[in-house]
Structure formats: structure tokens, C-alpha cells
């Protein structure tokens, strides 16, 4: 059937990295665009950006420039969200999802904190 | 950047009807807003129940439907179930190149 799978919990320290993918399955990776949400704890859903996975032109909304980038590996039919600069309020739950279809991931935990 | 807005919480009574709106500040919703309903319940990941104004996946309960009421889009359950409890989000497009979700409603049924 038709998923996303994403990667596992990640604890960062302030100022590091993190490249969370999520990898689809049960279909053509290139007929749908991938959108990625953050849902910090206890907070609303936040729509951070998309990524055109036949051509890999992202679009990121305002909140969501700079530090966050989108990006694609047609070869393993796989998404990333790359964070840089870590902050402690960038700890939140990154779901990537076709949300026309459905289809979301199981969400991706990183957690900043010295 | 658009905001948009939800009841933070409603209250429905089991058996009773409820509708969750969904506004735009931008001015009226339309269905070229595309609205998007999601449930979400505690820990787990959303999941879609409307999308389009109106059309419904094959897994969203007949007592849900979606539409467009008074410039807003509106997701209506009919015949309120407990298991109906839960966050309820909205998700609008701007121009088909960027999307806003709602403040969220979380529903009680009581």
C-alpha cells in the first residue's frame, strides 16, 4: 500500500544538524508533491513547507526559511528535511504527507536540548 | 502571511450536531482555498478527513461532511459520537503554493 516511512528520534544539542527523511513506498515517488508539517508539544500543526518531487522545487512558508531545507533522492524515492542551527524550539514532532491523499508519516521526534 | 482561524474549543452533546469553521484573513474562503479537515488525536499523527471543500477518504465516517458556510469553510459532524473527540485542524492553500493550517479546535463530546 501506499506510506511514508520516516526516520527515527533524533536528540540534538543546540547549534547541531538533523536530516530527517522519509522514504515512500507503494507508488510513483514522482507524481506527488511532499509537504512537511511541525507540530511542536502541545501546540497546533504548522505547514512548514513543500517539495515538487518530479522537478525537486521546494516552497517554504515565511516561518520556515533559512535554517530549514527541503530535498529529494528520486533513486531511493526518498524526501529530506535538513535543520541546521538547532534551536531548543525546534524540538517538535516533523510529519512528512500527501495530505490530498491521506497518506502521512509516523512523525519524526527531535528533541534540542543542552 | 495569512492567518487562519478556528474555534479553539467547541462542545457537542453525543447524538448532536456540531460545525467547526475554518476562516481566512485574508477575506472569504473559497474552493480555491482547497480546505483540508484533519483529526488529530493525542499522540498520534493527524489523519485527513476532508479535502477539497468536500470529498471524503474512504475511512472518513459518513457523519462527517465538508463545505462552504458564510465565507468559511465548515466541517460538520452529524450524530456526534464520543470517539469524535479530538483536535480538529484546517488547512487552507494560498494561490496553490503555499498552505496555512488553523489554530486547531479541540472538540469535547459531552
Known amino acids: 500500500q501506499e506510506q511514508l516511512v520516516q526516520s527515527g528520534s533524533e536528540l540534538k544539542r543546540p547549534g547541531a544538524s538533523v536530516k530527517i527523511s522519509c522514504k515512500a513506498s507503494g507508488y510513483t515517488f514522482t507524481k506527488y508533491t511532499i509537504h512537511w508539517v511541525r507540530q511542536a508539544p502541545g501546540q497546533r500543526l504548522e505547514w512548514m513547507g513543500k517539495?515538487?518531487?518530479?522537478?525537486?522545487?521546494?516552497t517554504s512558508a515565511q516561518d520556515f526559511t533559512g535554517r530549514f531545507v527541503f530535498s529529494l533522492d528520486t533513486s531511493v524515492a526518498t524526501t529530506y528535511l535538513h535543520i541546521s542551527d538547532l534551536k531548543p524550539d525546534d524540538t517538535a514532532i516533523y510529519y512528512c504527507?500527501?495530505?490530498?491523499?491521506?497518506?502521512w508519516g509516523q512523525g519524526t521526534m527531535v528533541s534540542v536540548s543542552s | 502571511q495569512a492567518v487562519v482561524t478556528q474555534e479553539p474549543s467547541l462542545t457537542v452533546s453525543p447524538g448532536g450536531t456540531v460545525t467547526l469553521t475554518c476562516g481566512s484573513s485574508?477575506?472569504?474562503?473559497?474552493?480555491?482555498?482547497?480546505p483540508y479537515w484533519f483529526q488529530q488525536m493525542p499522540g498520534q499523527a493527524p489523519r485527513t478527513l476532508i479535502y477539497d471543500t468536500t470529498y471524503k477518504h474512504f475511512w472518513t465516517p459518513a457523519r462527517f461532511s465538508g463545505s462552504l458556510l458564510g465565507g468559511k469553510a465548515a466541517l460538520t459532524i452529524s450524530r456526534a459520537q464520543v470517539e469524535d473527540e479530538a483536535h480538529y485542524y484546517c488547512?487552507?492553500?494560498?494561490?496553490?503554493?503555499?498552505?496555512?493550517f488553523g489554530g486547531g479546535t479541540r472538540l469535547t463530546v459531552l
Open positions: 517539495i515538487k518531487t518530479n522537478t525537486g522545487d521546494p
Open positions: 488547512l487552507l492553500s494560498y494561490d496553490g503554493t503555499r498552505w496555512v
Open positions: 485574508t477575506g472569504a474562503v473559497t474552493s480555491s482555498h482547497y
Open positions: 504527507t500527501r495530505p490530498g491523499s491521506g497518506i
